[in-house]
């Protein structure tokens, strides 16, 4: 039996490429309530009085999730701002670099 080609994600359907990504990124968000190597503060605030501990971008009430989510849905990443305002392009970028530098991290560990 060969592997799938594709996942389905909500209606969208994605490459392995992009699955694994995505499920990667959403992993690593998911662990920066554990993680305090992963967490600067300068990027990211987790406050069990900000949506219940959720990890949101630094200063909003926006949760990090919602931007992989936007990704994984095949949105952009401007679109994904415009829907956010509170979320600067600056911010959003260093998660996503933060975020990849920890994928590459873990993949060669």
């Not at 594709?6 to 992009?18: F, I, Q, V, Y």
């Not at 989510?69 to 829907?83: G, H, T």
């Not at 260093?94 to 994928?103: K, N, T």
């Amino acid at each position: 039996m060969s592997p799938p080609t594709a996942w389905s994600l909500g209606s969208e359907t994605l490459s392995p490429p992009a699955f694994r990504f995505a499920s990667a990124a959403l992993y690593v968000v998911g662990r920066y309530r554990y993680d305090l190597a992963m967490n600067p503060p300068d990027l990211i605030t987790v406050n069990p009085e900000i949506l219940g501990g959720t990890p949101v971008f630094k200063g909003t009430r926006v949760p990090v999730r919602t931007m992989f989510e936007y990704l994984a849905d095949s949105l952009s990443l401007d679109y994904f701002l415009e829907s956010f305002p509170t979320v600067r392009r600056e911010l959003a970028v260093a998660v996503l670099r933060q975020s990849r530098e920890h994928i590459e991290q873990q993949a060669a560990a």
